[in-house]
């Protein structure tokens, strides 16, 4: 059971695609020393793409919500995008989706910043 991310810029935000199994924040270390770096520098906006998750654990939930709470905390936000079927139900059933916006596509996430926040 991998976990694998990555932190791409876009027009306005980065997005952070996660990848795998994600059950225990220890598997994001270097990933939370970026994120780190980059809300130092200025970049509060962030895409949580999940489309490539296969499972996300409790400790997975903690990373999201690190990652929310690290960009709203600098006056930021996070979005998450394309969860399957098995994510989005457990967002539902946790009641984060009440938590974060989701947007369907990068186009979307693009309108979303430009409208609300940039």
Do not use: W
């Not at 795998?20 to 270390?29: A, I, R, V």
């Not at 990373?63 to 709203?72: G, P, S």
């Amino acid at each position: 059971m991998t976990f694998e991310y990555k932190i791409e810029p876009a027009t306005g935000y980065h997005t952070i695609a996660l990848k795998g199994y994600l059950f225990d924040k220890s598997q994001t270390g270097l990933m939370y020393e970026q994120l780190d770096e980059l809300i130092a520098t200025g970049n509060l906006y962030y895409v949580i793409d999940l489309g490539g998750l296969d499972n996300l654990g409790s400790g997975g939930i903690q990373v999201m919500l690190h990652i929310l709470t690290k960009a709203r905390n600098r006056g930021g936000e996070a979005l998450v995008t394309n969860p399957p079927a098995r994510i989005k139900n457990l967002l539902t059933i946790t009641k984060l989706d009440s938590i974060f916006t989701h947007v369907e596509s990068d186009e979307d996430a693009t309108k979303y910043f430009n409208q609300a926040h940039l």
